[in-house]
């Protein structure tokens, strides 16, 4: 069992920043991957950015190329949290974004996702 909390959401203007975190409970955090989702409004949810153990405090790390150069994932493993800063938010990131787990670490099997926190970007 994970248990995943999101905090951090908010509504911003376009150009600007937010930071979201996402608190892990009930497994080794370090060696799980993790990742962030959104869901716009009318959309499927999509992959955001993500980060999966290679071994003692090194994590692959991967963007959506819709976000890449703005958002940046990081993980601190003595917290056991992962945040997401974004950055030049813009009307089209608006979305409610999800942390999930992969207690695997093959980045393929989210099956643990926290409630969603509501990000809103206005023009």
């Known amino acids: 069992q994970v248990q995943l909390v999101e905090s951090g959401g908010g509504l911003v203007q376009a150009g600007g920043s937010l930071r979201l975190s996402c608190a892990a409970s009930?497994?080794?955090?370090?060696?799980?991957?993790m990742a962030w989702f959104r869901q716009a409004p009318g959309k499927e949810r999509e992959f955001v950015a993500g980060a999966r153990w290679t071994g003692s405090n090194t994590y692959y790390v991967d963007y959506a190329d819709s976000v890449k150069g703005r958002f940046t994932i990081s993980r601190d493993n003595a917290k056991n949290t992962i945040d997401l800063q974004m950055n030049s938010l813009q009307p089209e990131d608006t979305a409610v974004y999800y942390c999930?787990?992969?207690?695997?670490?093959?980045?393929?099997?989210?099956?643990?996702w926290g409630q969603g926190t509501q990000v809103t970007v206005s023009s």
């Open positions: 009930g497994r080794t955090f370090s060696t799980c991957a």
């Open positions: 999930a787990a992969d207690v695997t670490n093959r980045g393929t099997n989210y099956d643990y």
